[in-house]
């Protein structure tokens, strides 16, 4: 059994919301997805994207996907289709030249979350009071790490922390990567945009989510912590979270 709660922002710098977020209980499928472009187009894109995701997942035949090489091909095409519905708008309409989305979605089935990412925007997962990272931005400054040529302390102030190297809709062929996680009782599995923790750092994120557990909290009460939370800290960038407690 799942508790779900969810939070969606515009914070208190930005003036319209490019991010979006859906759930499908029913299919225990849930989406971040945070848009990039200009004249508003990022809003486009990442309403375009989780509106094509979601319609794929109740379309198909996802329960019938036993293995996680089937779930994960499922997972394939639906990035596929929503890619190819944001990249055609891209280029077909000037307004929209140029727009994109970071996506993460998971899948929860038969005690595993299936989680599929591109971009920026991540899941997490909290057990036993510690808080893990699941999935790996793609971004300049994460390449910068992985090459040994910046500190991740360095990236946190870097000049190019907000540039993504994948998005969705960006190119006519999507790179998502994929991760599966054997979940256990108690654990709370966290997605989000980047205005979450861009304002809130892991060591504050890990404290809401102890006194969460301490209190029982609701997931939507949960959510909203963490909205708040990014919002006395600047809540210069819009902000989704969904959170999932086992």
């Known amino acids: ?59 198909g035949d996802l329960k019938n996907c036993k ?38 979605m998971t899948y929860i089935h038969d005690g595993n979350a299936y989680v599929t990412n591109i971009g920026d925007s991540r899941a997490y997962l909290f057990r036993g009071g510690k808080l893990k990272r699941i999935t790996k931005d793609h971004t300049y400054v994460n390449e910068l790490i992985d090459k040994g040529i910046i500190t991740a302390k360095e990236a946190e102030s870097h000049s190019q922390k907000n540039v993504i190297t994948k998005a969705l809709g960006a190119e006519p062929q999507a790179e998502p990567d994929f991760y599966k996680v054997a979940l256990e009782r108690g654990d709370i599995m966290i997605l989000c945009s980047d205005g979450l923790y861009g304002e809130v750092g892991e060591d504050r994120m890990t404290e809401l989510l102890k006194n969460a557990c301490e209190n029982n909290t609701k997931m939507n009460d949960l959510c909203a912590d963490f909205v708040d939370e990014a919002i006395l800290a600047g809540g210069r960038d819009n902000i989704t979270v969904i959170s999932i407690r086992v």
């Open 67 to 104: 293995t996680p090489e089937e779930i994960f091909g499922f997972f394939t095409e639906a990035v596929d289709s929503a890619n190819r519905d944001v990249f055609e708008m891209n280029q077909e309409n000037l307004h929209y030249r140029g727009m994109a989305t970071t996506i993460v």
């Open 1 to 59: 059994m799942l508790q779900i709660g969810f939070k969606c922002n515009r914070g208190v710098v930005r003036k319209n919301n490019e991010d979006a977020c859906f759930l499908i209980p029913n299919q225990d499928v849930y989406i971040v997805a945070d848009g990039v472009g200009g004249n508003n187009s990022g809003e486009i894109a990442s309403s375009t994207a989780v509106e094509s995701l979601a319609s794929f997942v109740k379309a």
